[in-house]
Nanobody, 121 residues
Framework: QVQLVESGGGLVQFGGSLRLSCAAS????????MGWYRQAPGKQRELVAA???????NYADSVKGRFTISRDNAKNMVYLQMNSLKPEDTAVYYC???????????????WGQGTQVTVSS
């Protein structure tokens, strides 16, 4: 059973930093893209940052220059370093992974349970 478990959320003041981590486990053969999404109250879930198995990263305009996504392929982990946090960054942050469980099998998208990030003004 594939599981994605996030950690590192919490309460931080305006201008502060947090680092989110996400560990993927459970019968994984390979992971393609990994990413972080967020959903604020009353808003749709939106992409924050994505990182492929190789190649360039992708960021939402609102976080460019402040957030950095990285991954450790050997550990099946993805990270999100968040600096210069603003109140508008307050949301539940979700980890996502597109992965294969079999060498020639299809890819599926999996989600973590989410971790709350709250930025006070």
């Amino acid at each position: 059973q594939v599981q994605l478990v996030e950690s590192g959320g919490g309460l931080v003041q305006f201008g502060g930093s947090l680092r989110l981590s996400c560990a993927a486990s459970g019968g994984i053969f390979s992971i393609n893209a990994m990413g972080w999404y967020r959903q604020a109250p009353g808003k749709q879930r939106e992409l924050v940052a994505a990182i492929p198995s190789s190649g360039s990263t992708n960021y939402a305009d609102s976080v460019k220059g402040r957030f950095t996504i990285s991954r450790d392929n050997a550990k099946n982990m993805v990270y999100l370093q968040m600096n210069s946090l603003k109140p508008e960054d307050t949301a539940v942050y979700y980890c996502n992974a597109n992965l294969r469980k079999q060498p020639m099998g299809p890819s599926f998208s999996y989600w973590g349970q989410g971790t709350q990030v709250t930025v006070s003004s």
